[in-house]
């Protein structure tokens, strides 16, 4: 999907629609949790604030009160190949057990498409879709 300009996700309007490549090699799609909760969380390993919030253990308390609740959860990782964060999906599954990482699952997002449709610019950058919004 080249040439997708960044979006404005606006509250109350429908959430971009996506189809995402998790680290444990399985397909998500967005779609696919209609009627739930779904965040939206960008990584980024090599960054400060989510060392400040996994370090802690913040971020995976977070991930598990709410998953327990029924709402869907995902890291995003939008770093390229070569550029600061980017992991293998080999490396974000390790990552994930080096920090009992509590979400559903992280997103391989190398060529920043899931990035640009939400228009996600940092890490942590979180979006919280509501289920009445897509």
Known sequence: M??????????????????????????????????RFVVLQWYNRDCPFIHK??????????????????????EVLSSAPGKEGYMTAPEAQENRVKYGTKSLATLLDPDGTIGKLYGAKSTPHMFIIDPREF
Not at 8 to 18: Q, R, Y
Not at 54 to 70: A, E, I, R, T, V
């Open 2 to 35: 080249a040439g997708l300009a960044a979006a404005d996700p606006t509250v109350g309007k429908v959430a971009p629609n996506f189809t995402g490549h998790g680290s444990d090699g399985k397909t998500y799609a967005l779609a696919d949790y209609r009627g």
């Open 53 to 74: 919030h996994y370090d802690s253990g913040n971020m995976q308390k977070l991930q598990d009160n709410y998953g327990k609740k029924g709402v869907i959860w995902f």
